[in-house]
Every structure is written in structure tokens, then in C-alpha cells.
């Protein structure tokens, strides 16, 4: 199932480079990672609140594995937003390291480019 998601990704990734540059669909990736990510974070922070509140009702088992359930959901929601405030910089290291002129182009990740 991971090879298939990957697979489909790459797929993707191709097709859209095939019809726009590729300082385009790394702006355009930037931009959308910026706009998704906080949302899935705090989503995912709302369902950690909830996972760990349902756990303290139930045995000393189950609310043991709750807590390593709701600690392990948080962080990945933290791990999210560092990349998404993040993302700027990562694009600016990946259009430079492809021979892309970051200073004349516009990485600024704020707009999408079409």
C-alpha cells in the first residue's frame, strides 16, 4: 500500500512538472503545505484532547495506552507545523540546489504561480 501511495505521488509530481515549471509547482506545493498544514494540526491536537480524555474513564491498561496514543498524535500535529512554517526556507534549499535563480524568481510561497 506505501509503494502505491508513493508510486501515485511521484505520478503526480511528474505530471504537474510536465505542464508547469518546476519553480512553479514548488511555489505552488509551498503554498499549498502553508494553507493545509495548520488546519491538519489542529484537527489532529483536537483528536489528541479526545483520545487521551476518553482514555482516563476506562482501566489502567487502556488509559496507559491512550496517553502513548494521544502523546504520539500531539507531536506529529507539532512535527507538522514546523514543516509548514518551515516550508518557505525548504523551498528556497530546493530551487537553489536545482540551479534555480531564488533571487530573481518569485519564491516567496505566499502566492500561488500560474
Known sequence: MKFATYALAILMLGFALSFAG????????????????PLIAFTLL???????AGGQ??????????????????????????IA??????????????GEDVNSYQYNCKDKIY
Do not use: H, Q
Not at 22 to 37: H, L, S, W
Not at 46 to 52: I, P, S
Not at 59 to 74: P, Q
Open 85 to 98: 512554517f518551515s516550508a518557505p526556507w525548504i523551498v528556497t534549499t530546493i530551487g537553489s540546489a536545482a
Open 57 to 82: 474513564v476506562l482501566g489502567a491498561e487502556f488509559r496507559s495506552r491512550t496517553n502513548t496514543w494521544a502523546t504520539t498524535i500531539a507531536i506529529g500535529a507539532l512535527i507538522g507545523l514546523l
Open 22 to 37: 518546476f519553480p512553479e509547482v514548488i511555489n505552488n506545493t509551498c503554498v499549498d503545505i502553508k494553507a493545509v498544514m
Open 46 to 52: 483536537v483528536f489528541a484532547g479526545l483520545v487521551y
